[in-house]
């Protein structure tokens, strides 16, 4: 089996698209869930699970600090470090 890098594939990706359509999170599947009339059965597939292997960098500041928490507010996220990318938390212009 051959194993891709999330890293790697987002990398592809930035080559050709705009950094709000790459994905933030991947998941493998053996197959695609099918209907039977032939279309994608978005109902059987797996439940995602959020995985973070960067490793969290709070903020150091009383004014990061304030900007971390209206960006964990407004994108419905646990915590945000200083090295997180705005983008790939799901937020855009």
Known sequence: MH?????????????????YMIPVNFMHIEQIPITINGKLDKKALPIMDYVDTDAYVAPSTDTRTLAMS?????LHVNQVGIHDNF??????S
């Open 70 to 74: 209206n960006f964990c507010r407004y």
């Open 87 to 92: 983008f790939e938390l799901g937020g855009h």
């Open 3 to 19: 194993t891709l890098s999330h890293n790697k594939i987002k990398s592809q990706l930035r080559m050709t698209l705009p950094e």
